[in-house]
T-cell receptor, first 112, second 110 residues
């Protein structure tokens, strides 16, 4: 297992376009998390899945954001009608239980 | 709501010990974590401590937990230039998410 993989590493998009990011967690991990990190800040929680069920969503996750984990394996995070304020690093993490969250390298989104 | 606080910056000389401090607010947190982030990279888990422990040592890293004061520290012995990075502490909240501090930038001077 190579850890948590995220794709793409970088994405530049024009304001108003839709973007989708993918996360492949560690295969035996049942929990998957999405975080957002803006420059100079710590990561902020967006949402969390246990298997295929999305169990919690942050207030940061506006209606333009949607996350799925259709078969309890990989997950996608889609942002519709992107805004400049969406520019950030989007981090995915997975865990088996509560200890030892493992993070991916992140997808850096730039909205121009 | 929960708020995790860290000092912004720490500068040490190579070979010295570094101590990075963190205060948290959620007394129900079961695990407390330290992560390292290098420029442009994701978060690397360094270590974590269970809330019923006072101390955990892992090679050059020592974590101290003071539950009464909700204070967590990370000591790095014999700090090397490769330790230069941003260090984040984080607490778990009801096991469903991590709340991170703003990060401490560690600069190691040769």
């Amino acid at each position: 297992d190579t850890g948590v993989s995220q794709d793409p590493r970088h994405k530049i998009t024009k304001r108003g376009q839709n973007v989708t990011f993918r996360c492949d967690p560690i295969s035996e991990h049942n929990r998957l998390y999405w975080y957002r990190q803006t420059l100079g800040q710590g990561p902020e929680f967006l949402t969390y899945f246990q298997n295929e069920a999305q169990l919690e969503k942050s207030r940061l996750l506006s209606d333009r954001f949607s996350a799925e984990r259709p078969k309890g394996s990989f997950s996608t995070l889609e942002i519709q009608r992107t805004e400049q304020g969406d520019s950030a690093m989007y981090l995915c993490a997975s865990s088996q239980g509560r200890a030892g969250y493992t993070f991916g390298s992140g997808t850096r989104l730039t909205v121009v | 709501g929960e708020d995790v606080e860290q000092s912004l910056f720490l500068s040490v000389r190579e070979g010295d010990s570094s101590v990075i401090n963190c205060t948290y607010t959620d007394s129900s947190s079961t695990y407390l974590y330290w992560y390292k982030q290098e420029p442009g990279a994701g978060l690397q888990l360094l270590t974590y401590i269970f809330s019923n422990m006072d101390m955990k040592q892992d090679q050059r890293l020592t974590v101290l937990l003071n539950k009464k004061d909700k204070h967590l520290s990370l000591r790095i012995a014999d700090t090397q230039t490769g330790d230069s990075a941003i260090y984040f502490c984080a607490e778990d909240n009801a096991g469903n998410m991590l709340t991170f501090g703003g990060g401490t930038r560690l600069m190691v001077k040769p």
